[in-house]
């Protein structure tokens, strides 16, 4: 259950910085930062679908 417990904890915290980079992108679009943020945001879900996985 540890393991569980550890992935169900990183998944939150993925999912808060995925929120966060959310706002954050929405005030630099069309800035020459959206291309990072957008870099950001694909390697964090990413991150998010991975643990998911590994919960099922």
């Known amino acids: 259950m540890a ?3 550890n992935i169900e ?3 939150a ?3 808060e910085l995925k929120s966060s980079l ?3 992108y929405e005030k630099v679009k ?3 930062r959206e291309q ?4 950001q945001l694909d390697k964090v879900t990413e991150l998010i679908d991975h643990l ?3 919960l099922e």
């Open 9 to 11: 904890s990183r998944l």
């Open 3 to 5: 393991d569980k417990s």
């Open 30 to 32: 069309g800035s020459p």
């Open 52 to 54: 998911k996985k590994e």
């Open 36 to 39: 990072e943020f957008k870099s």
């Open 22 to 24: 959310e706002e954050k």
């Open 13 to 15: 915290k993925a999912e």
